[in-house]
């Protein structure tokens, strides 16, 4: 008996071997280049308030704004507007309140295939274009892809993410700042603050089914064996970067869809960027675009790939990375 256990448990290994070895070759040989940077004609251009094209700037220019919030935005003509006036509500009170503090917003429309662009414009045209801006991609490229077509056309010294239902409160970014600050002095000006949900993990489980709670460890716990160590919650959709940071890290990014975020950190974590991790309100908003199985599943699959890819040298991080 003992002898056809140790044959079993050889046979297990060998086939646990193979099937990683066959993983790698096929994450090695299917691994894509870098996506493409250069930008489609019409993505290298936004409408003024006046409805006249103008160009867009670019990541290496120059900071002209204090705080750029860059909002991915696919199908979000209903939910837009309430996050968009919670926000302008809270800059226009702090530029009151402190009028050196220069702000913009910039949506990004992923290709949407309702209004999004026009809803967004309105705002436009009420606060102006050197406050609000619309970059209206020509195809979709997944969440990532539309913060980093944003990040590189921003003005500010510091670059917020923020997503388009407005599941965070808004005045939250003061508690990133100061986390930010907190991380000083930053190597490079390079530092992060990430919204982080991690605290009201218990509340969730309790309002979760067990199939989707089974599914959130399964998915941290891929994220921290993979690739990420120290962060809890990677996934929030609210975080802060210096400008230095973001022209970093969004440079070197390969994945455009929803696990972008595991990947952005990851490359922070090699270039050894101080990341903060800063806990947030949240609240759940209806209409999210994740469908809980596939999307899990795909995002588990980006996560193996990503180790993998960088491992096997399919992927390589370089210092610095030339921006179209």
Request: net charge positive; with cysteine.
């Amino acid at each position: 008996m003992a002898p056809l256990l140790l044959q079993l448990a050889v046979l297990g290994v060998a086939l646990a071997a193979g099937a990683l070895i066959l993983i790698s070759f096929v994450a090695f040989i299917t691994a894509t280049e870098m996506p493409h940077l250069q930008r489609h004609e019409e993505e290298k251009f936004f409408l003024n308030a006046r409805g006249q094209r103008e160009a867009l700037p670019s990541i290496q220019d120059s900071p002209t704004k204090q705080l750029s919030v860059v909002v991915p935005s696919y199908n979000e003509e209903k939910r837009l507007p309430v996050m968009m006036d919670e926000a302008l509500g809270y800059l226009e009170d702090r530029q009151k309140q402190d009028p050196t503090f220069t702000y913009e917003v910039i949506i990004v429309d992923d290709g949407s295939k309702d209004q999004t662009s026009k809803v967004a414009f309105k705002y436009c045209q009420k606060y102006g274009s050197d406050k609000v801006r619309v970059i209206t991609l020509v195809k979709n490229r997944g969440k990532g892809g539309a913060i980093r077509m944003g990040v590189f056309s921003s003005r500010g010294k510091k670059i917020l993410m923020a997503d388009a239902d407005g599941a965070t409160k808004f005045p939250d970014i003061e508690k990133l700042e100061k986390g930010l600050n907190d991380l000083q002095p930053w190597p490079d000006q390079m530092a992060i603050a990430c919204g982080s949900r991690a605290h009201l993990e218990k509340e969730s489980i309790a309002q979760r089914s067990y199939f989707r709670t089974l599914l959130m460890y399964g998915f941290h716990f891929l994220v921290w064996f993979l690739c990420v160590k120290g962060i809890r919650d990677t996934q929030c959709g609210f975080k802060l970067l210096t400008r230095e940071a973001a022209s970093r890290t969004f440079s070197s990014l390969h994945i455009e869809r929803w696990a972008f975020d595991v990947e952005l950190l990851y490359i922070a974590q090699f270039f050894k960027i101080p990341i903060a991790e800063i806990a947030v309100n949240w609240t759940e908003i209806e209409g999210s675009k994740l469908v809980p199985f596939w999307s899990w599943l795909q995002m588990g699959k980006d996560l193996l790939f990503i180790r993998l890819r960088y491992l096997t040298g399919a992927w390589r991080l370089e210092q610095t990375r030339k921006v179209n």
